[in-house]
């Protein structure tokens, strides 16, 4: 159980196109959802927390304009990429908290965003 | 908020031998410290944590102590295997922070056969 998908795995795309990224929970209501990049070699920064059905609330420095998040529901929130640039490129990861959990989050397995 | 470091930042032992790997953390509300392991490409993958209420937990090789006072805490692998090679990552969850985990900056444990 507890397992959280993501789509796509990777993604290329032109500089300034937008992305969107999917982050599902598959077998359980994800009341919190969370988005984390990771560059390489290094470790993973939180963007944003999103609450089903509440505005998403974005870690500092990171532009709530140009990383558009949604959690319409409870089995899914999207991460949009807007007018993506090089310096975007990186690996972006969801993580899923269910309602009775304080503490366990599960790790979609990540997508893979190249930006030309 | 809370930072997180994290000792050392590349860690290569043989095969059979233990690792050791640290973290300290800031905040003292901190009440939840997991570990990850994570491959090249793939998601970080929980192998063992720890809450503030416990000194130690150990799930067969390996083991996970805490010491509250210092505000730091560490993993143990014993036995390691060739396997065992990928970045491990600490992290510390901050009471009220509705889950927010942060970070340390991770450790590239290398095993050779």
């Known amino acids: 159980g507890a397992v959280v998908s993501q789509h796509p795995s990777w993604v290329i795309c032109k500089s300034g196109t937008s992305v969107k990224i999917e982050c599902r929970s598959l077998d359980f209501q994800a009341t919190t959802m969370f988005w984390y990049r990771q560059f390489p070699k290094q470790s993973l920064m939180l963007m944003a927390t999103s609450n089903e059905g509440s505005k998403a609330t974005y870690e500092q420095g990171v532009e709530k304009d140009k990383f558009l998040i949604n959690h319409a529901s409870l089995t899914l929130s999207t991460l949009t990429v807007t007018s993506a640039h090089p310096e975007d490129s990186s690996f972006y990861i969801c993580?899923?908290?269910?309602?009775?959990?304080?503490?366990?989050?599960?790790f979609g397995p990540g997508t893979r965003l190249t930006v030309l | 908020g809370e930072n997180v470091e994290q000792h050392p930042s590349t860690l290569s032992v043989q095969e059979g031998d233990s690792a050791v790997i640290k973290c300290t953390y800031s905040d003292s509300a901190s009440n939840y410290f997991p570990w990850y392991k994570q491959e090249l490409g793939k998601r970080p993958q929980l192998i063992i944590d720890?809450?503030?209420?416990?000194g130690e937990k150990k799930d067969q090789r390996i083991a996970v102590t805490l010491n509250k006072t210092a505000k730091h805490f560490s993993l143990h692998i014993t036995e390691t295997q060739p396997e065992d090679s990928a970045v491990y990552f600490c992290a510390a969850l901050l009471r009220a922070s509705y889950g927010k985990l942060t970070f340390g900056q991770g450790t590239i444990l290398t095993v050779h056969p």
């Open positions: 720890i809450r503030s209420n416990v």
């Open positions: 993580s899923a908290r269910a309602r009775a959990e304080i503490y366990t989050q599960y």
